[in-house]
Structure formats: structure tokens, C-alpha cells
């Protein structure tokens, strides 16, 4: 059965940064292209991050562009996300999903482009 299992998550304050990882079992990783989603309390679930199989491009919402970095290491069958510069509206719970899109805007930012997710873990930014 495959599995994506995030960590790292946790309380921090504004302006911090935070690295948050997503391990996969059974799925070997460097044949999926790789996102990360969050929910809010009372929000729908959306995009933040997405990286090709190989990493060698990436794709990030308008909220995470020159303060999150996505990346991979597919001998570690692990994805990760370095967030810098942490806001209180990035407070949320933050899911990694593994899926087959094609590499397009529309596909990789799209929750049903994904077969895989994980249970996610909680960022809360608060001082």
C-alpha cells in the first residue's frame, strides 16, 4: 500500500522558516511529479508547489513564489518544502500528493491530477 508520510510541520513565528519533508513507501517517487497542497480551517484545499520527476522544473502559487522552494531527492524518496519568510496566513495543514499530470499549469495545480496524498501535517505561524 503506498504511503506519504509529511513531517516537520509545527508552531513557529512570523517571519521564520520551516523545511517540512514527505517520505513515500512502496511508491518510488522519481516516477511521479510531486506537489504540495494546503488546507486552512474553513478553506478549500490548494496548491502551493509542484516539481517534476526529475526537479529539474517547478511550478508555485502566487503566495509561495520567492518564499517556498520545493524540492527532491528521489534516492531518499523524499520531497520537500523550505518555507521562508513564514506569514499567519500560511497557517494551515500542508499535504504532499503524488500523481502522473501532464506538465502543465492547469494539471499539476488541479487536487484530481493526484493519486496519492498524505495525511498532512500542521504549520501554524503565530507569535
Known amino acids: 500500500q503506498v504511503q506519504l508520510v509529511e513531517s516537520g510541520g509545527g508552531l513557529v513565528q512570523p517571519g521564520d522558516s520551516l523545511r517540512i519533508s514527505c517520505a513515500a513507501s512502496?511508491?518510488?517517487?522519481?516516477?511521479?511529479?510531486m506537489g504540495w497542497f494546503r488546507q486552512a480551517p474553513g478553506k478549500e484545499r490548494e496548491f502551493v508547489a509542484a516539481?517534476?520527476?526529475?526537479?529539474?522544473?517547478?511550478h508555485y502559487a502566487d503566495s509561495a513564489k520567492g518564499r517556498f522552494i520545493i524540492s527532491r531527492d528521489n534516492a531518499k524518496n523524499t520531497v520537500y518544502l523550505q518555507m521562508n519568510s513564514l506569514k499567519p496566513e500560511d497557517t494551515a495543514v500542508y499535504y504532499c500528493?503524488?500523481?502522473?499530470?501532464?506538465?502543465?499549469?492547469?494539471?499539476?495545480?488541479?487536487?484530481?491530477?493526484?493519486?496519492?496524498w498524505g495525511q498532512g501535517t500542521q504549520v501554524t505561524v503565530s507569535s
Open positions: 500528493a503524488a500523481g502522473r499530470p501532464r506538465w502543465s499549469e492547469v494539471e499539476v495545480t488541479t487536487r484530481g491530477s493526484y493519486d496519492y
Open positions: 512502496v511508491l518510488t517517487l522519481s516516477t511521479s511529479v
Open positions: 516539481i517534476t520527476r526529475g526537479g529539474g522544473i517547478t
